[in-house]
């Protein structure tokens, strides 16, 4: 028995039985595609499409049809790298450590949350390894494989390295944690197929799954332990992002201070993602009830919380620069706010530090355009974020002779373009044919935090 | 399956009432052969007696396999097979293997335990599921009582759960 407040807010509004929850999220699935669903599918993969002419063209010719340059090494390919790492947080921190914490409101997103999550690493990991240059080597580089080309192993002194065991990790528990929740639903799904084929795929994917009440015992301290084990994990990943960076010696870059502000941003522009796409899935899918004004607020009111620890941390950098001392690292930061790419800077400074403040006022954190509207600005001011770290750390080298600008190539763009299609391919197909709200918990809490039915 | 038993299925709309409902019946002197939910109903395996999982443990010792492997590893390739001095580092720079130490470890502990959790609860991809009824997966909670294994007669048992709050009372042979 789960025992609720009766002042708090319903979770579930409109009055819900539990069979009201299988047959809205179900109904979902066994639908025939709606007009919206196959233009939306659509419009993805022509996307990606074009995106992996790009791609093809890449490899085939080669990184030089990127935009970089002897001074600006990196630029947008790790810059799209960290972003797409970054929005790929939400998920695990919203199943995770709200799991830890016992917030309820978890329920209901968390098995969107999560798909983001593993759609968003994927187009990620995309990036380092078509820097690569000739990925299908990448095995000799990247694992730790004796090397048919000479006799080294892999260095692991090098973040680089870290980094291929943290994504992957990451990765790997992610797919784990979200496959876990999502077999008792398959299984709701397999036991009311009405043809063959969804009855044999559900079935297959369901893994045999009967309900019984030792197996949800074992289900449930699973839970709890990937919970405790991802926790960590979801904070390592972007500290050790952040150690790319943070361990060179380039001023702007050699900041102690970057793995808990990596972390912060990341969960920032991930919940960020996440309001984006359940504003659209809500509405689209009618979720209202399941994805309250509750639940877009409570989020809203994490984005103002990293926001300014965000905001606090650019500041920190600044202060730092100057109290260190070293005029290297002061002219990084002074040629950041003033430079050739000050435009970024004020950029980023705009939509990360001061959009999310609106959230302080309980009109604007309430009111979904408006938090549809800042989710899209907090993407794009952290993307300008990763990309003035980057870049204007970069292209001010230690000799002036070699000071240099970064322009992006059509591959560039279209490299980034491909990414979208990825990941909007991905999840269009996920909100078509798997449950996109966790049934078995929101059932679970239907009957104590649910609203009473109307008289 | 060449073994079948006859059962008898206490079918519960609530989750309250079959907390209630299970006490009840263990009370009456009926042995419960399992009890089925929609979703995680708590405190479910004190009524039934059931103990603590012991999957921590199995999570703890596949962590500990995972940072064995991965100091091994690391020491292996860095210090002892191919010793190299990288960015003024020692041969055995300790500090640079805690990121991968860490990562491996909750590698295998993840891996081990959603492992071992498949095997012991019998989840497989060609797995079919023994489902008392359809419902189960919905919004029903089904006590299943295996007459085989049980004393009572069965009009007995079938009154002790109607007593009990059970919505329907249905036999079913598997």
Not at chain 1, 46 to 55: D, H, Q, S
Not at chain 1, 77 to 99: E, K, M, Q, R
Not at chain 1, 190 to 215: E, H, M, P, Q
Not at chain 1, 278 to 306: G, S
């Amino acid at each position: 028995m789960i025992a609720e407040s009766a002042i708090r807010e319903p979770l579930v509004t409109g009055g819900k039985t539990v069979h009201d929850v299988t047959e809205d999220i179900s109904g979902r699935v066994e639908q025939k595609p709606t007009k919206t669903w196959m233009l939306a599918m659509a419009v993805s993969l022509a996307t990606l499409a074009v995106g992996g002419y790009a791609v093809m063209r890449l490899v085939w010719d080669g990184i030089g049809m990127w935009g970089l340059n002897k001074t600006v090494g990196w630029a947008w390919d790790i810059t799209n790298f960290v972003w797409w790492v970054g929005i790929g947080h939400a998920g695990t921190l919203i199943s995770a450590i709200l799991l830890l914490f016992r917030q309820r409101w978890r329920m209901s997103i968390n098995r969107a949350a999560e798909a983001m999550t593993i759609f968003a690493v994927i187009c990620a990991a995309m990036f380092p390894v078509l820097h690569m240059g000739r990925p299908w080597l990448g095995f000799y580089w990247a694992l730790p494989l004796p090397n048919t080309f000479g006799s080294l192993w892999v260095n692991f002194n090098s973040p680089l390295l870290w980094d291929v065991f943290a994504i992957s990790t990451y990765f790997s528990v992610s797919l784990v944690f979200w496959y876990i929740g999502l077999i008792p639903d398959f299984a709701t799904i397999r036991d009311r197929a009405t043809n063959k084929i969804s009855a044999a795929v559900y079935g297959a994917l369901s893994f045999g799954w009967d309900g019984a009440a030792k197996t949800w015992s074992r289900y449930e301290t699973v839970a709890l332990i990937l919970a405790g084990l991802a926790t960590p994990l979801v904070l390592s990943v972007h500290t050790i992002v952040s150690f790319d960076f943070a361990t060179s010696v380039i001023p702007g870059w050699h900041t102690t201070i970057f793995p808990p502000y990596f972390v912060a941003g990341a969960i920032f522009s991930g919940f960020a993602m996440v309001l984006t796409l359940l504003i659209i899935t809500r509405r689209v899918y009618k979720l209202e009830d399941y994805i309250t004004l509750q639940h877009i607020e409570l989020m809203n009111i994490v984005i103002i919380i990293t926001g300014s620890i965000v905001g606090i941390a650019y500041i920190t950098e600044f202060f730092i620069a100057w109290y260190s001392g070293v005029e290297a690292e002061q002219y990084a930061f002074i040629n950041r706010a003033t430079g050739p790419y000050a435009w970024a800077y004020w950029s980023m400074m705009t939509c990360n530090v001061i959009s999310p403040q609106l959230f302080w006022r309980k009109k604007i954190r309430t009111n979904i355009a408006a938090t549809f509207v800042i989710s899209i600005i907090v993407n794009i001011g952290m993307w300008f974020e990763r990309f003035v770290i980057i870049v204007t750390s970069l292209h001010r080298d230690f000799l002036p002779s070699s000071w240099a600008m970064f322009y992006p190539k059509w591959a560039d763009v279209g490299v980034y373009i491909f990414t979208f299609g990825l990941f909007f391919t991905l999840f269009f197909a996920f909100a078509k044919f798997f449950p996109v709200i966790n049934m078995a918990e929101v059932k679970s809490i239907v009957k104590a935090t649910g609203e009473k039915k109307q008289a | 399956m060449a073994h079948t038993s006859n059962y008898i299925l206490g079918v519960y709309d609530d989750e309250d009432v079959l907390l209630k409902a299970i006490k009840n019946v263990r009370e009456g002197g009926v042995k419960i052969h399992e009890v089925y939910s929609p979703f995680p109903v708590h405190g479910i395996d004190d009524v039934l007696g059931y103990k603590r999982s012991r999957l921590t443990i199995v999570a703890f010792l596949f962590g500990l396999l995972g940072t064995s492997l991965a100091l091994t590893m690391q020491f292996g390739m860095m210090t002892i097979d191919w010793p190299m001095i990288i960015g003024g580092k020692d041969y055995a720079p300790v500090p640079s293997f805690i990121p991968v130490t860490f990562e491996l470890t909750v590698l295998l502990a993840s891996f081990g335990m959603v492992g071992t959790f498949m095997i012991i609860s019998n989840l497989k991809p060609w797995g079919k599921a023994k489902l008392f009824d359809k419902r189960i997966t919905d919004d029903k909670h089904i006590m299943a009582i295996d007459l085989g294994n049980n004393q009572l007669e069965e009009s007995a048992i079938d009154k002790l759960l109607k007593d009990s709050g059970a919505s329907e009372v249905n036999k079913k042979t598997l």
